[in-house]
């Protein structure tokens, strides 16, 4: 019987210029990942606006975020990419927990650990 693989999620915010860093840290990583995951790999697009953001400089930052994803050496057809803001079901999620959980418990919860 062959051992099901592990889901994988990460995300990265389109608002930064790419560095070494990145790569090393980050994206040389997944590439190697993504053969013994489920990945899923996405551009972070709303987080990003938690402060203002010139539109048409994040709309273009968003496209070179995900063009890098590829060229780093993600493979589409062993990994999923995506932009969040594409899926309505993130913010809609977002919106039903901020509903039934109140920032106070959040912050309790936060340090007990």
């Not at 840290?25 to 996405?42: P, R, S």
Request: glycine share 4%; proline share 5%; aromatic share 8%.
């Amino acid at each position: 019987m062959e051992e099901q693989k592990k889901n994988m999620l990460s995300l990265i915010q389109p608002t930064n210029t790419p560095h070494l860093g990145n790569y090393l840290g980050a994206m040389q990583n997944w590439v190697k990942l993504q053969n013994d995951y489920n990945c899923y790999f996405g551009i972070a697009d709303l987080h990003s606006i938690t402060v203002r953001q010139d539109p048409v400089k994040l709309r273009n930052q968003i496209k070179e975020s995900y063009a890098l994803l590829i060229a780093a050496g993600l493979d589409p057809e062993k990994s999923t990419l995506f932009v969040q803001g594409h899926n309505p079901n993130h913010a809609e999620l977002s919106w039903i927990l901020s509903c039934y959980t109140p920032v106070s418990y959040t912050h309790l919860r936060a340090h007990e650990t």
